[in-house]
């Protein structure tokens, strides 16, 4: 991700601190599945799952490859930060 990108990143509501780990440890491990992140991050897989659909609705992650039930997850290289369902009109 470009550095303007992580200034966006930050300015997103909504974003908890598990959203901000996964991003982390994406950034730090290129790829992973849910279950090394759970496993890292001291959470459950339900967690993770949730975070992970949460993030990659907001185009923020993306799915690399899935080899059986194992889905390996990436930080999108060109993200665009819009979040699904929550536009409010003035």
């Known amino acids: 991700m470009q550095s303007d990108n992580y200034v966006k990143l ?6 908890t601190t598990y959203h901000y780990k996964v991003i982390l440890y994406l950034l730090g491990k290129k790829e ?3 279950s090394e992140m759970a496993h890292e991050l001291e959470t459950t897989k339900q967690n993770i799952n949730k975070m992970c659909k949460e993030l990659e609705s907001m185009n923020v ?6 080899e ?3 889905i390996f997850w990436i930080l999108n ?7 699904k369902g929550q536009t409010k009109c003035i």
């Not at 930050?10 to 974003?15: D, S, T, V």
């Not at 992650?61 to 899935?66: C, L, P, Q």
């Open 32 to 34: 992973a599945t849910q």
């Open 61 to 66: 992650i993306e799915k690399k490859r899935i």
């Open 68 to 70: 059986g039930r194992n």
């Open 10 to 15: 930050a300015e997103q509501k909504g974003l």
């Open 77 to 83: 290289p060109t993200p665009t930060f819009e979040i």
